[in-house]
């Protein structure tokens, strides 16, 4: 996208929110463009899983002028400073990788927290982006909005056909609503904010805390503590039968960037391998990586969860885009970097 003129850019932010329509094209109406070298690119939440790798993706393509704040500097539930910052700033494009995430545990006790900061984050970008004229946006949402007993695959066209899964149900609502924030203005004022669904991710930077991480994290941890302790057994919890997809998070980051770089305008996109493994065939690969060589004892008084969750990806597929990343070789590359690993952990 070509860098607009202050004075178009101040006569859009001025006008835009009422006029929108008038001043920007319709939706589906922009031709695909390349993303200049030189644009400026706000990343919302630099410093996690997700957004750190799509921070190193951008840098790796020689995107020199990446905007990033820190949570102390630019808190995202603060809607003036968000406001101020996006007019003052004038990101040529946003990519929103701050929420608030966790695991089973957190989502399921942190309800309120988990629905108030997720809203709340999402409207002041979204809404704040399009104050300040910013017409090309991705927010990133997550495979929990689909229904919790959807066919398999899932497709996109499942969302909001059946009730949710009750444990992370504020979650997903929030992530909803920054979906149809998209979509909407997208339908209303011809923007292109553009909402991925990324399955299980993985990689570098994760959370490796117990108490609040997700399945792969937790169970690498477990496995490499298994073999420093030298104990014979690595309990994991389920029966190691349910079904799922894991994506590496530079990936993910690759698709991102692709989608913004192609200018893919259209309605929510899955992103996944579109290949599953069952937590045993998981546990194993974690094992066989760290060179943990005791046995798996599972525990089934642990809950499973739904027996199979696996995204279609066809519609990005049809795009031209595919994972590159095998499941051996991100574990074998999230282990090397993981913070157990060094020496001061
Ligand atoms: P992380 O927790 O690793 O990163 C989230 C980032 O958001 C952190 O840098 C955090 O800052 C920042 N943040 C949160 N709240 C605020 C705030 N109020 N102000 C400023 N910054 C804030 O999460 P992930 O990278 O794993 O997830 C990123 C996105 O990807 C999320 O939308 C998630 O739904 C999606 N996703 C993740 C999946 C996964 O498996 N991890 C799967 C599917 C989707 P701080 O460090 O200060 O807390």
Redesign the pocket.
């Known amino acids: 996208m070509c860098r607009k003129s202050a004075i178009f850019r101040a006569a859009e932010y001025l006008l835009g929110y009422t006029f929108g329509p008038f001043f920007t094209p319709r939706h589906g109406e922009k031709p695909a463009t390349q993303m200049h070298r030189d644009a400026k690119i706000y990343v919302?939440?630099?410093?996690?899983?997700?957004?750190?790798?799509i921070v190193r993706r951008l840098r790796e393509k020689g995107y020199g002028s990446i905007l990033a704040?820190?949570?102390?500097e630019?808190?995202?539930?603060?809607q003036r400073a968000v406001r101020e910052f996006l007019a003052h700033e004038r990101p040529d494009y946003i990519f929103?990788?701050?929420?608030?995430?966790?695991g089973i545990l957190a989502n399921n006790t942190m309800r309120a927290d988990f629905l108030a900061?997720?809203l709340?984050?999402e409207l002041n970008l979204i809404e704040g982006a399009h104050r300040a004229g910013i017409q090309d946006l991705m927010?990133?949402?997550?495979?929990?909005i689909y229904p919790r007993d959807c066919p398999q695959p899932i497709r996109e066209e499942y969302l909001l056909t059946g009730p949710l899964e009750k444990t992370n149900e504020p979650?997903a609502i929030a992530?909803i609503a920054?979906l149809k924030l998209c979509e909407s203005f997208n339908q209303q004022f011809g923007r292109r904010y553009v909402a991925t669904?990324?399955?299980?991710?993985?990689g570098p930077?994760?959370?490796y805390d117990l108490a609040s991480s997700?399945v792969?994290p937790a169970l690498l941890r477990k496995a490499h503590e298994a073999k420093a302790s030298r104990n014979p057994e690595l309990v994991v919890w389920g029966s190691g039968t349910p079904r799922r997809e894991f994506?590496y998070?530079d990936d993910?980051a690759d698709a991102c960037v692709y989608l913004m770089e192609t200018g893919y305008a259209g309605d929510l996109i899955n992103i996944g391998t579109g290949v599953d493994v069952t937590i045993r065939e998981l546990a194993e690969t974690v094992m066989k990586t760290v060179g943990y060589e005791g046995t798996i004892r599972f525990d089934a008084s642990k809950p499973d969860g739904t027996p199979r969750k696996l995204l279609d990806v066809s519609r990005l597929s049809r795009l031209g885009w595919k994972a590159s990343t095998s499941l051996q070789d991100g574990i074998r590359r999230a282990y090397a970097v993981a913070p157990f690993m060094s020496p001061t952990n």
């Open positions: 919302a939440g630099h410093a996690g899983m997700v957004g750190s790798a704040r820190s949570r102390s630019l808190d995202l539930m603060d929103i990788a701050a929420a608030r995430v966790g900061q997720n709340a984050i927010f990133l949402g997550s495979s929990c979650y992530k920054g669904m990324p399955t299980n991710l993985y930077n994760d959370n997700h792969l994506l998070v993910l």
